[in-house]
């Protein structure tokens, strides 16, 4: 989440996941570095070399412009940049983002009852979705997507988080977004629209719905991110009075055997 990287957690240490371990049948490991971390490059490069996970997915700002060389000089790990993530936010006001209605597509929150659906259209949105994992050739394809369905039916099935669904005037749901709540706001984890009804404004409305539910909810600001390369969803972010907040790279550490 957004708020990984606006805290400063002290001890920078990498941490096992045991959720992409498990999924790709290695020992995957993640290091976030805050934006204001104190650390230095050297330090960060330090760690990255002393890791012994099968992967280290090291995420760092990208205002850290000399960092990529010392990754790519490590004695004992190889480096590459998978991705850059861009992250975007949002004030909501209750009254601008409430009067925002008159559409034709219907908005609602999913229940339990809509795991098969959100599972279905994790598999089909996500298919192909140009992601950090995808530029690894170590990474099963199949794994990537099942990923993205476990994580969308996983979120479903969290009371602490939130799944908004977008159906079509004769509630076909086409569209959902997974939503995530913290000290900083709600933050848009995983969301998409079923490529037979892209290019007619339905993520748009998607997003507007989903911000007057949440202003009406008292939740003061909407975070979301995605791959730079993305432009379709951070068009319509724009177009809906996102910002940018900040950027970050992702890279792969894999020891060199
Ligand atoms: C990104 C994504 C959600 C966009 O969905 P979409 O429903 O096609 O988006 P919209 O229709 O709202 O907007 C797309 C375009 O349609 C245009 N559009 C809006 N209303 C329209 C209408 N009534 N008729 C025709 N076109 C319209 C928009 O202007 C926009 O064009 P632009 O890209 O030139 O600005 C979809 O491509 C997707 O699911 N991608 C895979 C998952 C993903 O990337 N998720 C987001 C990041 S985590």
Not at 33 to 42: H, K, Y
Not at 47 to 72: F, G, K, M, V
Not at 103 to 126: E, G, M, R, T, V
Not at 173 to 201: C, R, T
Request: net charge negative.
């Amino acid at each position: 989440m957004i708020s990984d990287f606006l805290q400063n957690p002290g001890v920078l240490l990498p941490i096992h996941s045991r959720v992409e371990s498990e999924r790709f049948g290695i020992d995957v490991a993640r290091l976030n570095i805050p934006i204001d971390s104190p650390a230095s490059d050297i330090q960060i490069a330090q760690i990255c070399n002393e890791s012994s996970a099968d992967i280290l997915i090291l995420r760092y700002p990208s205002t850290r412009n000399r960092l990529a060389q010392s990754l790519a000089d490590l004695s004992k790990a190889q480096a590459f940049q998978a991705d850059t993530l861009v992250y975007f936010s949002k004030d909501l006001d209750p009254i601008t983002e409430s009067s925002k209605t008159n559409y034709s597509w219907k908005f609602s929150i999913a229940s339990p009852n809509d795991n098969s659906i959100i599972k279905a259209l994790s598999q089909i949105i996500f298919q192909d979705y140009p992601n950090h994992y995808r530029s690894n050739h170590r990474l099963g394809s199949q794994s990537i997507v099942d990923g993205y369905v476990e994580w969308a039916s996983f979120g479903l099935a969290d009371s602490a988080k939130l799944t908004a669904i977008i159906e079509t005037p004769d509630s076909k749901k086409i569209g959902f977004a997974l939503v995530s709540f913290d000290e900083n706001g709600a933050e848009i984890e995983l969301n998409g629209v079923h490529p037979d009804f892209h290019n007619q404004g339905v993520y748009s409305v998607l997003l507007q719905m989903l911000m007057g539910y949440l202003a009406n909810q008292k939740i003061e600001k909407l975070s979301i991110s995605t791959q730079i390369q993305n432009t379709r969803a951070i068009r319509a972010w724009v177009k809906a009075g996102f910002n940018l907040e900040f950027s970050l790279n992702t890279f792969h550490i894999m020891p060199r055997y």
